[in-house]
């Protein structure tokens, strides 16, 4: 049964990609091209050199962290929409310090940037998780409201403190604390702005893997996002762990930070995301919220967001975003068509945990007193 | 020409790795009331949701009156006029009796619901069967025997002549359950079939016309219950003789374990579910809490484990004052908790057995090795040795929760709260939906328990259960201990008169 989940977190999302390709494929062809001509520009542009394949890593390094962000509360059942402002927050730190603390040596600067990266971002997860904690306030609310705050005073610092005149970005932090490009060390990848972020995203995302599955600090979180009442019967402090749980998203969502302003531009610049904070929420859903779904996923959008500007040229770049909107679409009608068809063929009975499980959503909604059991 | 009502003709139903229904064979009389009998996983909700539609067999027929029907969903069934009642009510709290009755099937003028027209019919059939339901009240303030029969109701609303029971009695209280008997005589009068499904042999003695007794996906035999009796049911249920004769010796009282002084405790509308509540617990001792579902009994035990934060007085184990001592310390302090509600409270229905071996004991050396590694390899040893211990199916650790019977993930909880060797074990309705032959098991454990000198709280709405476990009784009636008495003074009747408040102690003596 387990194999068959697997089946399924594995085909939907193919099916889903598949699905989005034959559409955008209609949308091609109503712009008058050929859609087979744009496709090879786009799969060639992307896989054809190391430059494509090194841009692609690239764009995917800060989906991935947004990605596990929302994934790690969503494992806890919170819902981290704020990652956009934490990760303005963790990255504005991490400008800051790598500015301030020009004087370190790099074997030192380097993580005590990532530190702040990390702080900043988590800063601003922790306060959703404290309001929850303490009253009640739905972090739903909190995380998205807390994007604005966290805009407008990246915005504000970035006009009137800690800025190079005439633009909207802070000066350059100090050499040392620059993350090396891939293509210094490889020359092949020359161009591309893929840095050693890559790697801090990948490492994140085994970190989060591990902490989930094989520790017994994920083991009660994700008791608690399962079924809070029995996590809190068997001593799991729930207060404690919202807080928790937001802050290390935050923290998460900060380390984008790590890509844009310690291995690329080297300034932090408002506007500078792109909405990857919000991507990050299609990419846990695609990649069903597991820490290897969430590189696989990242590299999908990440190549559709390289790509738009690989095909520019010939159909307009919208055409992309029309794209990664019908995975997303597809992906969240997928789950529940694709799984009752693969479950209703194989008559293996495993959709009677299912309808279970639904009663057990449900049941929230339904008499209480009705004892839900078998 | 006289068709059976039903009749299912070689069922068979597997699911991976285990055969639920082996070529069944079933055959319901028109008009009469037929029990189906079995230990859990015996395969009886399976049989009863494969003739509702809400699963579907690998091999064999289902023929109603005659006619072979293909019960592709609830839809179909409920057009043959079978309808069911599960164990867990489908109601919208928020919604009054009548609304929840007629929703999906609302009587309509125009393009607006015709309430009135459904409380006509509603009024109907709760006067033609003496239902009784209060039709205009709000769903969630009722309790659960008045749910029951509006789920039932809702049922013949739809037009069912066939009603499927799945255990309706496991939630009532012997009020209760003797109203419902009387009202499913009158649904039987008037011509319709009631299956039943139970494993309470009293019940089906009482109730049934026939029973077909269920054993390990087949049938066992059927019987006429006038020709038969609860051993030798039990006999075929099992296989072999069960004793439920629980042989216990005189406690003799130690040191006191727990102790309650003035216990208060309001619920969320500021009612008190505890109303000053003084009790002491000895070592060695079973203590039973009887009372009618609702009464604070859970509460209580809530209370003392912290998951309820009490107003006023003070709660003691060993000498130390717990009052505000929540979970994870009552834990740590020896205190073991077997809640009411197992899937609510006490398990991770998406985490597999092992992991709910491990639930609320997380920290225990034999499943973590501090908080950033779990041990796996302890966790499945522990959790083989406990399947075995308590023949819990399937005795796979890593199986999903939600893939047991209820009976097997009562015993989940059961063997993992005892396994933790508590000094003073809480446990509410340990044998809640669970056959027979597990009831003997977790009797035995809580008596081993009590013999090692530990001190148990049992609630229990059972009373026969009280009454074989128990070394003293408590009665509480809304919030407050109404009595205290011990089994060899008191009997079922005049127990459940206390717990209605119908008799006080005063009037006793």
Redo the contacts between chains.
């Keep these: 049964m387990k194999r068959k989940t697997l089946m399924i977190n594995l085909a939907v999302p193919l099916m889903a990609v598949l699905f989005s390709l034959a559409v955008g494929a209609l949308f091609i062809l109503i712009t008058g091209k050929n859609p087979f001509f744009v496709y090879s520009i786009l799969f060639s542009g992307i896989f054809g050199n190391l430059y494509g394949i090194g841009q692609l890593f690239f764009y995917a390094t800060p989906l991935i962290f947004t990605g596990l962000a929302v994934a790690f509360a969503f494992k806890a059942g919170l819902f981290n929409i704020g990652c956009e402002g934490q990760l303005y927050m963790g990255s504005l730190l991490c400008a800051w310090t790598g500015c301030v603390f020009s004087g370190l040596p790099g074997l030192l600067l380097i993580p005590v940037c990532l530190a702040a990266a990390a702080a900043g971002g988590a800063a601003w997860g922790f306060i959703p998780g404290m309001l929850k904690a303490k009253t009640g306030a739905h972090e739903v609310i909190t995380t998205i409201m807390l994007n604005f705050i966290a805009l407008a005073f990246t915005n504000y610092i970035v006009t009137s403190h800690f800025f190079v005149p005439g633009t909207v970005r802070t000066p350059q932090i100090a050499a040392a604390a620059r993350l090396p490009a891939i293509a210094g060390i490889l020359p092949g990848f020359k161009g591309s702005s893929l840095n050693f972020s890559f790697f801090i995203a990948l490492a994140a995302a085994l970190a989060v893997w591990y902490i989930l599955y094989l520790s017994r600090f994920g083991y009660e979180l994700r008791a608690m996002g399962y079924n809070p009442a029995a996590g809190e019967y068997a001593g799991v402090d729930s207060s404690k762990m919202m807080i928790v749980t937001l802050a290390v998203s935050g923290g998460i969502s900060g380390l984008v930070g790590s890509n844009y302003v310690m291995g690329y531009k080297y300034y932090f610049e408002q506007g500078f995301s792109g909405g990857v904070g919000f991507m990050g929420i299609a990419v846990a859903l695609l990649g069903k919220n597991h820490p290897f779904g969430i590189i696989a996923a990242s590299l999908l959008f990440g190549g559709l967001s390289f790509g738009s500007l690989l095909v520019n040229s010939v159909v307009p770049k919208e055409i992309l975003d029309i794209l990664q909107a019908v995975v997303i679409l597809s992906v969240v009608v997928g789950n529940t068509v694709f799984s009752r068809i693969l479950l209703r063929n194989s008559a293996t009975g495993d959709d009677k945990p299912d309808t279970q499980r639904a009663d057990a959503i449900i049941g929230e909604q339904v008499s209480r007193e009705g004892l839900r059991r078998k | 020409m006289a068709f059976l009502a039903v009749e299912l003709r070689n069922i068979t139903?597997?699911?991976?790795g285990v055969i639920?229904n082996n070529n069944i064979n079933l055959g319901v009389k028109d008009g009469e009331i037929h029990a189906i009998v079995g230990e859990n996983g015996a395969g009886k909700?399976t049989l009863m949701?494969i003739l509702y539609g809400?699963?579907?067999q690998?091999k064999g027929n289902i023929v109603i009156r005659g006619k072979k029907v293909r019960m592709e969903n609830p839809h179909v069934a409920i057009s043959h006029g079978i309808g069911m009642v599960h164990?867990?009510?489908?109601?919208?709290?928020r919604f009054t009796v009548a609304e929840n009755i007629v929703l999906g099937r609302e009587p309509r003028r125009g393009p607006f619901t015709d309430i009135r027209k459904g409380l006509e019919k509603i009024r109907e059939i709760s006067d033609r069967y003496g239902f009784g339901i209060p039709a205009g009240e709000i769903?969630?303030n009722?309790?659960?025997g008045m749910?029951q029969r509006a789920e039932i109701v809702k049922v013949l609303y739809r037009g069912a002549k066939i009603l499927i029971l799945d255990e309706p009695t496991?939630?009532l209280t012997p009020q209760e359950v003797k109203e419902l008997f009387l009202i499913l005589r009158n649904l039987k009068e008037q011509g319709h079939t009631v299956i039943f499904i139970t494993h309470k042999l009293k019940e089906v003695m009482e109730i049934a016309d026939r029973v077909t007794v269920m054993r390990k996906g087949a049938v066992a035999g059927v019987r006429q219950t006038g020709e038969t009796d609860e051993s030798e049911l039990s006999r075929m249920m099992i296989g072999r003789t069960v004793y439920l004769e629980t042989g216990r010796k005189k406690a003799e009282k130690k040191e006191t374990l727990l102790e309650l002084r003035g216990v208060s405790l309001e619920d969320e509308k500021g009612v008190k579910a505890l109303d000053n509540v003084s009790l002491e617990l000895s070592s060695g001792e079973i203590l039973g809490i009887a009372g009618v579902e609702g009464n604070g009994q859970n509460d209580l035990l809530e209370a003392v484990?912290g998951?309820k934060k009490t107003s006023s007085g003070k709660i003691y184990l060993m000498g130390r004052d717990i009052t505000r001592l929540?979970?994870?310390?009552?834990?740590r302090e020896g205190m073991s908790?077997i809640?009411?509600?197992?899937?609510?409270?006490?398990?991770?229905?998406?985490?597999s057995v092992a992991?709910n071996m491990?639930?609320?004991r997380?920290?225990d050396r034999s499943?973590?090795h501090?908080?950033?590694?779990?041990n796996f390899t302890g966790m499945r040893e522990k959790s083989r040795q406990m399947i075995s211990e308590y023949n819990i199916v399937p005795g796979n650790p890593?199986a999903?929760a939600?893939?047991l019977?209820?009976?097997n993930?009562q015993k989940i909880v059961v063997a993992r709260e005892i396994d933790r060797n508590p000094s003073v074990l809480l446990a509410a309705h340990p044998t809640?939906?669970v056959d027979i032959g597990v009831v003997e098991i977790i009797y035995k454990k809580l008596l081993e328990e009590r013999a090692k000198g530990k001190g148990i709280i049992l609630v229990s709405s059972e009373l026969s259960e009280i009454l074989a476990l128990s070394d003293r009784i408590l009665v509480m009636f809304s919030g407050r201990i109404t009595g205290e008495t011990s089994p060899d003074k008191t009997c079922e009747e005049e127990l459940g008169m206390m717990m209605t408040g119908s008799i006080s102690m005063q009037e006793r003596q």
Aim: no cysteine.
């Design positions: 139903k597997t699911f991976p639920a909700s949701n809400l699963e579907h690998d164990q867990h009510f489908m109601l919208v709290r769903t969630g009722l309790p659960v749910l496991a939630v484990w998951l929540e979970p994870a310390r009552a834990r908790y809640p009411a509600d197992r899937q609510r409270h006490g398990l991770v229905l998406e985490y992991f491990a639930l609320g997380q920290a499943f973590s501090g908080i950033w590694k779990m890593g999903p939600y893939s019977s209820g009976g993930q809640r939906g």
